[in-house]
């Protein structure tokens, strides 16, 4: 029963990572910025506009920084 109960945990804290871990930056190509596409891969409910406003400097990709600015006041889904 132990190994069960052990396995179980285990089980758990698997589940519950991702949760912990917040929204994870969708940066598929891994270049470290995220661009509208990414951003809708996951959010497909992102508009163009919504995601220009949240561009604070304008370079047509977001940030990390930008995007957890957004997320936070409520201007981009998290
Ligand atoms: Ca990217
Ligand atoms: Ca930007």
Partial sequence: M???ALALAAAVTLALAPALAGTPIPD???DGMISLAELRAIFPEV?????ADA???GDGLLTP???KVNQ???DLPS
Avoid: C, H, Q, Y
């Avoid at 508009?47 to 995601?51: G, K, L, Q, Y």
């Fill in 2 to 4: 132990k190994s069960l």
């Fill in 28 to 30: 598929t190509n891994r």
């Fill in 47 to 51: 508009t163009d506009e919504a995601f």
């Fill in 55 to 57: 561009d604070i400097d």
């Fill in 65 to 67: 920084e930008e995007l």
């Fill in 72 to 74: 936070v006041s409520g």
